[in-house]
């Protein structure tokens, strides 16, 4: 029983960092059209690195050798998803390319965790996973925006989808060893150094005003910092697969707030879709609730 209230607390915990992550789109569609996204992406990591330092600052020492190869790797995959995820998108689209990089990081998460455990998720987190995948991935269809199938764009989504799952795995891992904060300090000052040159080169010199600073702090605090506190929290109660598969939260928060503050119009589908993803994710917490007690 105590075992299933932990996850409990751990599902509770990432679906708050899901509903942290679902406020970037909205926050972004503040910033001017005069900063690049790759510098938002790169500049977010900066500054949650930066939340990160504040709070392991006075932290005691830690004893025992530093697990550098699964940082290093954690690091990366947080780079590589935040650049490959900006770039899927701008080849196929933003309703094709989130739902292709949102959609597949689920799956990729089974997968990994398949290879890494040696055994199948249950049938009942697949079939959650499946419906919240599906659910989705009409959701994005069903706000519209354009469709290109590009050959390179749908490989670069694909791309990020995996990078997150693998991220994820690797820092469930990690948080165990290093704790939370450290954890996220390593991760993301090691995805920041990749991805400021990155955006420098993809982006080009930067041009940031008072009022994209203002969106690039809230990013970098709240939807980076925060959130991800949260999230690394979580994963300490709960299987990465499901970490990620209750990522998908993020878009139901997104809908919401599209909805709400935004004033979009929503299709048919769209609203289908929202209800499958909640669905879906509450088979998921089932699922690992009853895996745990």
């Not at 949102?102 to 089974?110: C, D, R, V």
């Not at 795995?169 to 450290?182: I, P």
């Not at 080009?204 to 991800?228: C, E, K, R």
Request: proline share 4%; with cysteine.
């Amino acid at each position: 029983m105590n075992d299933a209230r932990h996850s409990a607390r751990g599902i509770a915990l990432v679906l708050a960092a899901a509903m942290l992550w679902g406020t970037t789109g909205t926050a972004q569609s503040l910033a001017p059209a005069t900063l690049s996204p790759y510098w938002v992406g790169a500049l977010r990591l900066v500054i949650g690195s930066g939340f990160f330092a504040l709070l392991a600052w006075g932290a005691p020492a830690r004893s025992g050798p530093w697990p550098w190869a699964r940082m290093l790797l954690a690091g990366a995959c947080v780079a590589v998803y935040n650049l490959s995820f900006f770039a899927g998108v701008r080849q196929s689209g933003v309703a094709l390319g989130t739902a292709i990089a949102i959609g597949s990081g689920p799956i990729w998460a089974g997968l990994l965790q398949t290879v890494q455990a040696r055994r199948l998720p249950p049938p009942l987190w697949w079939l959650g996973t499946l419906v919240s995948v599906a659910g989705g991935v009409a959701m994005a269809l069903g706000q519209g925006g354009g469709l290109h199938l590009s050959a390179a764009g749908v490989a670069l989504c694909l791309l990020a989808g995996l990078a997150y799952a693998a991220y994820t795995l690797a820092n469930k891992q990690l948080v165990l060893v290093l704790g939370t904060v450290r954890t996220n300090l390593a991760v993301f000052g090691s995805a920041a150094l990749v991805s400021v040159p990155a955006a420098w080169a993809l982006g080009g010199a930067l041009q940031a005003g008072a009022s994209s600073w203002a969106v690039v702090l809230f990013l970098g605090l709240v939807s980076t910092g925060l959130a991800y506190l949260l999230f690394t929290s979580g994963l300490r109660h709960i299987s990465g697969a499901t970490g990620v598969t209750l990522a998908l939260g993020e878009p139901v928060t997104a809908f919401v707030l599209a909805v709400l503050v935004v004033g979009e119009p929503q299709q048919l589908l769209a609203w289908l879709g929202l209800a499958g993803v909640i669905a879906g994710l509450w088979v998921v917490a089932w699922a690992e609730l009853r895996a745990q007690s």
